[in-house]
């Protein structure tokens, strides 16, 4: 019987480019010849600094979902860090449409937005933002969903709704998705 060792190499990659302090970097690490000894990996490999997106982009995996911060509800649904904007937008709420998440239908979408509210939910959010206005808070987005029927207590911490929410939504975003 052979026993394989795997040896782990610390890597201290040149970074040429600029960068902020404590920022998180993705490298890219070239393929290795087959039978290279551990020893020799850091000889071989030269990592690189890559964008985000290019595992989503360049080989089709899913990396991760982006968070980013707006000015309130309006800024959140109007500001956008595609060009074009958003052109689906779902607003989780234990007040949404409730649908399996077998049965749920999307248009046609290349980037989606998936808001998620406070312990008041987007509909306190929506009273706080004087552009909002007062309109009904689910008119506001294309579906208005409650990802986390009969949940049992009065809210549910942002960290548990994100991933309740994108394993409820994980089917229809890969089969309407662009």
Known sequence: MHRMHRQQVALHPRITSACQPVSAMLLSLPSLP??????????VTTPQVVPPSQPRERDGLYWGYTVRLAQGLSGLLHESTFKGGYDLKIGTSERGQVVAPGNLQLPRFKHVLVAFGGPGGLEEAA??????????????????LNTCPQQGSRTIRTEEAILISVSFLETALRSFGR
């Open 127 to 144: 009273e706080h933002d004087k552009q909002v206005g007062g309109r009904d808070t689910s008119e506001l987005f294309g579906l208005y």
């Open 34 to 43: 087959p039978n290279c000894p551990a020893a020799c990996c850091a000889i």
